[in-house]
């Protein structure tokens, strides 16, 4: 099977990694790459790719001549571009479409679900939430007949980083600098801080889930800022700490989903996750309460998420998109 790929991050490299340790045991063949700098048809090989063919991500797609598109580029959460139109253009020419980027499944869900079904073919996501964690899968694979009514959520790693740095005695920069040495933080930090990295995996975990067909702009959102580090510090004595709490609900028939930083103790489970882990509870109705955990994921976390959804599309196909 071969896929095309867009982006050639952290992600897409670990992908190729683990491609290459599992030689062998599957038939995946990279077509071709396009970056900023431009695009290679034809596989990578293990040298950095020589991509300077300058031609758009349509042509791209054509000369491929990829069954699947692995969609790896950066996130605007404003906007979930160009990721979608991505989406859109491989969906359009009868390709599978697989992503770890979560604009396309906050903004555009359900069009590009629907768009994939209608042509025969499939749109996965599995790292856009949690890295590789089991969380569209849980339900797909696992929990067949099951509704969520709600989620509660702790999903950004660099307002952890920084909380703890503060509660060190740190400053809130040298936070965001641990996250940003550590590759987690956003490309524009405040895109974590002000809570909008949150809120994609909000609208994505509704959008999928729920069924809410919103995007991000439908959740309320507030960010980390108004603490600062001797507030986060009093707290610490006292035996409580802030995350960041993502929560989708409804009620009443309607649907309410928020991001905002809440005062913990420390022996509160949301409370629990430090550094880069992060938690996420599902409410549901036959199952009570359960959840998924990811202690300290890496790149490599989110690499192997991308390939469960490359395998997915080796078993063929499913109720679920």
């Known amino acids: 099977m071969k896929f095309a790929l867009i982006g050639y991050g952290n992600v897409a490299r670990g992908l190729l990694d683990i491609l290459r340790e599992k030689q062998g045991e599957h038939s995946f ?22 991509c300077h063919l300058q031609i758009t991500a349509a042509e ?56 994939a079904q209608s042509r025969g073919v499939r749109f996965l996501h599995e790292a856009a939430v949690m890295d590789g964690a089991p969380v569209f ?17 702790v999903l950004n790693s660099t307002t952890k980083l920084i909380i703890e740095a503060m509660e060190r005695g740190a400053s809130f920069e040298d936070g965001v600098e641990i996250a940003q040495k550590l590759g987690i933080a956003e490309t524009n930090y405040e895109h974590d801080t002000q809570g909008w990295d949150s809120a994609v995996k909000t609208a994505a975990l509704a ?49 309410k989903l928020s991001v905002r930083p809440e005062i913990l103790e420390k022996s509160d489970l949301l409370a629990s996750v430090a550094g880069t882990s992060n938690l996420i509870l599902f409410h549901t109705d036959f199952m009570g309460t359960i959840g ?14 991308v390939y469960i959804d490359l395998l997915e599309l080796t078993k063929g196909t499913s109720s679920i998109s």
């Open 292 to 305: 998924t955990v990811s202690i300290a994921p890496t790149v490599r976390q989110t690499a192997y998420g």
């Open 207 to 255: 959008n999928v889930l729920m069924d809410a067909r919103i995007t991000p702009a439908a959740v309320e959102r507030e960010g980390i800022h108004g603490f600062s580090g001797e507030g986060i510090r009093e707290l610490a004595t006292g035996g409580r700490t802030v995350r960041l709490v993502s929560r989708g609900m409804r009620e009443d028939g309607r649907l």
């Open 60 to 115: 791209f797609l054509d000369r491929c001549g990829a069954e699947v598109l692995v969609e790896l580029s950066s996130l605007n959460p404003q906007t979930g571009e160009p990721a979608t139109q991505h989406i859109r253009e491989a969906l359009g020419r009868g390709m599978h479409a697989v992503t770890a980027n979560k604009g396309p499944v906050a903004h555009a869900y359900c069009e590009l679900a629907e768009m």
């Open 29 to 50: 063949e990279c077509a071709g790459v396009l970056r900023r700098s431009g695009a290679r048809v034809g596989p990578p090989g293990e040298a950095e790719p020589d």
């Open 137 to 153: 899968n849980l339900f797909r694979h696992n929990l067949p007949g099951v509704q969520v009514l709600g989620f509660t959520g």
